[in-house]
């Protein structure tokens, strides 16, 4: 089964809207704590809700327990965040994908924290993506496809060290068995030329950052 996880995290979301078209009706969906806004806000009820609970008072969080919703409760004092908590619990249902929805923008430290999270060693081999609807982020281990709208900017970042062996297929500037520098930004503001297109690397990890809907003709500076 290609099973799918969306966890929503309790970060900022532009335009709620424009995550409803990632949605798939068989989804799993985990809420990290305040994250179960977000879901509530599209109409949907978490199957699942993650966390120290204090963001949702107490007649939310008996609300959803009466309408099904599985609640796993931590300590405040933790060393872990709700997302990367619910992650966790996210694995248990052995998806090939997860999507992570609310992770970006408000706090840099939580935003950083949240893209780093994809290197975890326990996801390798997921499709594990932070999505809010206008940039998708993901980590690139091995080979990595993105999809969008021809015009659309992808960026490259190498991810604490060099990468190399880079080779991409649908992007204007391409790149053929090359090495890209984490003090560098030769990588920065690509753009899609097809509908789909293919990263693949040799060594490293590579953060690729695609902004949805974004026409540009000329390089940033």
Do not use: C
Not at 130 to 144: F, I, K, N, Q, T
């Amino acid at each position: 089964m290609n099973r799918r996880v969306l966890v929503f995290a309790n970060g900022v979301l532009p335009d709620p809207e424009r995550v409803r078209p990632l949605l798939r009706p068989d989804d799993v969906l985990i809420a990290a704590d305040g994250g179960t806004y977000h879901l509530l806000a599209l109409g949907l009820r978490p199957h699942v809700v993650v966390g120290d609970l204090d963001s949702l008072p107490l007649s939310l969080v008996s609300a959803l327990q009466q309408e099904g919703t599985v609640l796993y409760r931590y300590p405040s004092a933790k060393d872990e965040t709700d997302l990367e908590l619910a992650l966790h619990h996210a694995l248990t249902y052995a998806p090939q994908a997860i999507r992570i929805v609310g992770a970006l923008g408000l706090r840099l430290d939580q935003t950083l924290a949240n893209v780093a999270l994809l290197a975890a060693p326990w996801l390798e081999g997921i499709d594990v993506r932070l999505d809010d609807g206008l940039e998708e982020v993901l980590l690139v281990r091995s080979e990595a496809t993105i999809e969008g709208q021809p015009g659309e900017t992808v960026s490259l970042l190498p991810w604490g060290t060099p990468v190399e062996g880079i080779t991409t297929d649908g992007l204007r500037w391409p790149l053929r068995e090359e090495t890209l520098y984490p003090d560098r930004t030769r990588g920065i503001s690509n753009e899609l030329t097809a509908p789909r297109a293919h990263i693949r690397i040799r060594s490293g990890l590579l953060i690729v950052v695609h902004r949805r809907n974004i026409q540009r003709t000329t390089r940033d500076t």
